[in-house]
């Protein structure tokens, strides 16, 4: 790697212009991103290294460092794989398919899976409670389909509201998304508690559903029109409350579990792209950090090296 440092130093100096501090910071992020693929990946090359390193690397440094200092070190990175493919040494620059973190970007509050799992079922809990019929026993079956769905399936709350009757497929466990006003779709997973929740909602969806007409529209309101976003808002904040006492969540923080809860049962970064409809994996990278904590401890909980065995140290 020394020589390649040391050419990238002369590039600086002759090429670029840099001043001598910052050729300087350039060597130091360029030594510290190796040291981390040294643990990472070992035995790493630079023609090997992908998005995925990077995105790795990024994940771990925001656990310990400002999103700015990230930000400048990977522009430092940039600068060095534009020169290494100068060189021929590498076919593309992979640190320019990293977007820098975003400054002042604050995810949603995390749940847990015992959290996410309270809150979606608030609904089914209403009725335990309560003996509804008619219309007020298909809402809170409706409410009941709406959490499952986008637990299940990471939908963004437009995403959940523009669903029609006609984008479930049940049988394949998979539900149709039209993204946006540019009308991209994506398959999306429907988890075995989401679909029993939709069979039911589905079943007493008629007290709902207009008489003068039929509705495409997946999810109803009370006067048999499309749900809207506020209502699913409203709905969310109310069983947010039983998690504790003055707790506000959005919709969002729901596709936020999913992601993260994912990631942490072993789900590739990848995949997890797919399902969320993000269309740079720098996007998803957000998600990544916040699994950092839940390794450790896992890592802490079940490897036999993890802790110092008495007397280790005097060896």
Do not use: C
């Amino acid at each position: 790697m020394e020589k390649w440092l040391k050419a990238f130093e002369g590039y600086l100096a002759e090429g670029a212009g840099s001043a001598a501090l910052t050729s300087a910071a350039y060597r130091r992020d360029v030594v510290e991103f190796a040291a981390f693929l040294d643990g990472y990946r070992p035995g790493w090359d630079w023609p090997s290294v992908g998005e995925t390193d990077l995105l790795a690397w990024m994940a771990q440094g925001l656990k310990t460092k400002q999103r700015s200092t990230m930000a400048r070190k990977l522009m430092s990175l940039r600068k060095f794989f534009d020169f290494l493919l100068r060189q021929g040494e590498i076919a593309a620059n992979p640190a320019r398919q990293v977007k820098p973190p975003r400054q002042g970007h604050h995810l949603p509050p995390r749940l847990s899976v015992d959290e996410a799992f309270h809150l979606v079922e608030g609904p089914a809990r209403q009725m335990r409670a309560k003996a509804l019929l008619g219309p007020k026993r298909a809402a809170a079956l409706r409410d009941l389909a709406m959490l499952e769905l986008m637990y299940s399936s990471g939908l963004r709350v437009s995403e959940l509201t523009g669903l029609d009757l006609g984008h479930l497929r049940l049988d394949l466990g998979l539900a149709r998304v039209v993204e946006g006003k540019g009308g991209r779709e994506r398959w999306v997973p429907v988890g075995a508690g989401a679909a029993e929740a939709l069979k039911g909602y589905l079943a007493a969806r008629s007290e709902l559903a207009p008489k003068d007409g039929e509705q495409e529209a997946l999810f109803l309101n009370q006067k048999g029109g499309r749900i809207t976003q506020r209502s699913v808002q409203r709905l969310v904040a109310r069983f947010a409350g039983e998690l504790s006492a003055g707790r506000r969540l959005s919709p969002h923080a729901l596709r936020h579990a999913m992601a993260t809860h994912l990631l942490e049962g072993g789900a590739d970064l990848r995949s997890v792209q797919e399902m969320l409809g993000h269309k740079s994996l720098s996007t998803t990278q957000k998600y990544t950090h916040l699994t950092v904590d839940h390794l450790l401890k896992v890592y802490d909980q079940a490897h036999p090296r993890a802790h110092e065995t008495e007397g280790e140290e005097d060896k």
